[in-house]
């Protein structure tokens, strides 16, 4: 089976394709020229990459038209949240005409692939208390370009299901991390800030956003292999939730890396990871997709955290040579947030 995954030289993309590829599939990729290559330096032999900007409507028409994909899992997008408060109009243009361009290409060479569209918990956005756990059918309320440009996506899918009939199945993933997470996210963030403490590279300070924002995390190695069964077991048109179904606030993700270290630290909150909207709670229900197609995450959040900070301590202690990794769980201080200004905190996550 020849598969080409969006996006592959990012988070997801890069534990989709050892999947893929222990699977004994043919893996191919799209990249920008800029794009770094470090989350598949590992892979890299293995996988024909293809230089491509989606926002290109050409460059994509011809790399599909020299790969032809059985299957398209369409991961590349700018996916910071933050970022699309500072740069809405790019998220916009990548994410929406990125994901028109590569149906357009599908639809004019007369692909017949089974396609993929990873959305968003964000699409959900403004979700009240008598509506937890959130069911695909609950109302989109986005609260940031981010979460619109995602239910653009989502909804351009369904469009282009019913309009041409491609083979689209659309998944919303909930908040998913795991080793290779970038250090802007919120689980890497906290990991890496530990890990330069322990090795002496930063004052035991770790900066903070909003510690009480709650959210449904899945391991990244749970949440690639839905996207497998989404295709191999999803009905097209239809959408899935792939979470936990629990909820953890950033406090508590916070104290459990902090209890597999032994550094004593100060908490303090940063203005600069403040968002303008933020939502209070995430949780999911992923009964429909398990139904169908049988999927259950499996992989506990303690490995997964235990996972993310020895990353973050082997990749610093290679940029490092001298240094020596700290590992092994010990006593520790979580000492209060110390707020820098006021208003209401929020967080990157």
């Known amino acids: 089976m020849r598969v080409l ?20 599939a043919e893996v191919h990729g799209t990249r920008r020229w800029r794009s770094r ?44 949240v933050p970022t699309s408060w500072h740069a809405p109009a790019e998220t916009l243009s990548t ?31 403004m979700v009240y208390p008598d509506e937890l756990p959130i069911r695909e059918t609950n109302p989109l309320r986005p609260l940031s ?11 351009l899918g369904f469009q282009y299901h019913k309009s041409f009939g491609l083979f689209i199945v659309r998944t919303r993933g909930f ?15 906290f990991a890496k800030q530990i890990a330069e403490i322990e090795l002496g590279l930063r004052p035991p300070v770790v900066r903070v956003g909003n510690l009480e924002a709650r959210r449904d995390f899945t391991d990244v190695r749970d949440m690639v292999r839905g996207y497998w069964l989404a295709l191999e077991r999803g009905e097209p048109g239809e959408v899935y939730n792939i979470c936990s179904g629990r909820c953890l606030s950033i406090r508590e993700i916070l104290e459990g890396l902090l209890a597999l270290s032994h550094v004593r630290v100060t908490v303090e909150e940063d203005p600069a990871r ?15 997709f398990a139904r169908q197609t049988g999927w259950e995450p499996t992989i506990p959040f303690e490995q997964t955290l235990a996972d993310v900070l020895d990353y973050w301590r082997q990749r610093l202690a290679l940029q490092r040579p001298a240094a020596v990794a700290v590992g092994g769980a010990a006593s520790h201080a979580l000492s209060p947030v110390r707020p820098r200004s006021g208003g209401r905190v929020r967080s990157r996550i």
């Open 145 to 155: 370009p981010y979460g619109v440009s995602k239910v653009a996506q989502d909804m």
């Open 5 to 24: 995954i969006t996006g592959i030289t990012g988070f997801a993309g890069s534990h989709l394709a050892e999947l893929l590829l222990a699977g004994g």
């Open 95 to 125: 994410n929406v005409l990125g994901q028109l361009h590569l149906f357009e290409a599908v639809r004019e060479l007369g692909l017949k692939p089974r396609i993929q569209i990873a959305g968003s918990s964000e699409e959900y956005g």
């Open 175 to 189: 908040n998913h991390t795991g080793p290779r997470r970038g250090e802007a996210f919120v689980t890497s963030n």
């Open 274 to 288: 403040l968002r303008p909207s933020d939502v209070p709670v995430l949780r999911g229900d992923y009964g429909k």
């Open 37 to 80: 290559m470090e989350n598949i330096a590992h892979l890299e032999d293995r996988l024909t990459l293809w230089e491509c900007d989606l926002r290109d409507a050409s460059s994509v028409k011809r790399a599909l038209a020299e790969i032809r994909p059985d299957w398209i899992f369409h991961l590349a997008a700018q996916s910071f």
